[in-house]
């Protein structure tokens, strides 16, 4: 009986090994196909407009059901299908511009207030603070719109003790390129030492600084420009809201032709749009971490 228990046992192992062996060589995970960049860039807006929660699909729905929604109002009020189509599509869009400019408005306001944090960090460390008690303690002593992010890092630290990965939570609720600076230098200060943290610092906190004060001015030069062109942009398709409440301005537009001038008025308007946006795009400072 104990020799065929044997057999029975060494048999058994040989097969999963063999299994083992098979599975590495034939059965591969899936591979991962990467994000398109667009996607990576709408999530981490949503991060930055503060609805870390909500990802790229939910905002398509919301795109959707607010397109829709507007354009069955004025297809109801107007009658004119190319008309409703023209607004449904500007509220379908809506949306997304709103996710982006607030983004952009909460990140031009962060870049304000990181060199102050990047001083405090400073004045902690100078204090005889470990580093993730430094950083830790801005959640209460940092700048009141920073502290949310602070206290990510604060409680992924109490919670794993881990400071590489407290630091990987920190930077994707940041989703900001000088906060991948930051995190950049303390990683590469915790992982190899030295004493040069504060000099490093101090010389971060200022080259944001001065980059703040260069990019507030350039803002503030062009916004008049900025403002003037949209101003442009939207005027002909608000003296079309107004007059589309009049029978006349339907019947005109209810045509082959009417339909024909609103969608080449729309492509005009929407590449113009474009252009403008892209003249007065300051350079984006890219991500060093995504």
């Known amino acids: 009986m104990s020799t065929s228990l044997a057999a029975a046992l060494c048999g058994l192992g040989i097969g999963c090994g063999l299994f083992l062996i098979w599975w590495s060589m ?3 995970p899936p591979r991962t196909t990467p994000r398109p960049r667009f996607l990576v860039e709408l999530d981490e807006a949503l991060t930055v407009a ?5 990802s790229p699909g939910h905002l398509l729905v919301v795109s959707l ?3 829709g929604a507007v354009l069955l109002l004025a297809h109801l009020f107007t009658g004119a299908v ?6 449904g599509l500007f509220a379908g869009l809506a949306p997304l511009m709103i996710v982006r400019q607030r983004a952009r408005a909460r990140q031009v306001e962060r870049r304000t207030l990181w060199p102050e944090a990047i001083d405090h960090l400073h004045s902690g460390i100078r204090a005889g603070l470990s580093l993730p008690e430094a950083i ?11 502290r949310p992010l602070f206290t990510v890092f604060a409680q992924e630290y109490r919670a794993t003790g881990s400071f ?5 939570r920190f930077k994707i609720a940041c989703a900001d390129p000088v906060a991948d600076r930051i995190v950049a230098a303390l990683a590469v200060t915790r992982e190899v030492g030295g004493t040069d943290l504060g000099v490093m610092l101090k010389t971060l906190s200022q080259f944001v600084r001065d980059d703040s004060r260069t990019r507030a001015e350039l803002q503030a030069r062009q916004s008049w420009t900025v403002t003037g062109a949209r101003l442009a942009v939207a005027a002909p398709w608000v003296v079309l809201a107004l007059l589309a409440s009049r029978p006349q301005t339907t019947a005109a537009y209810n045509t082959p032709a009417g339909a024909t001038l609103l969608l080449v008025g729309l492509v005009v308007s929407l590449a113009a749009y474009t252009v403008m ?3 007065g795009r300051l ?3 890219p991500r060093v971490l995504r």
Do not use: H, M, N, Y
Request: with cysteine; hydrophobic share 40%.
């Open 26 to 28: 034939w059965v591969t």
């Open 65 to 67: 059901a607010t397109g």
């Open 164 to 168: 590489a990965l407290s630091l990987d």
């Open 50 to 54: 503060g609805f870390p929660r909500a």
């Open 277 to 279: 946006k892209r003249i």
């Open 136 to 146: 830790s303690g801005l959640s209460v002593r940092g700048p009141e719109q920073l």
């Open 283 to 285: 350079p984006a400072e």
């Open 82 to 87: 190319s008309i409703s189509a023209c607004f």
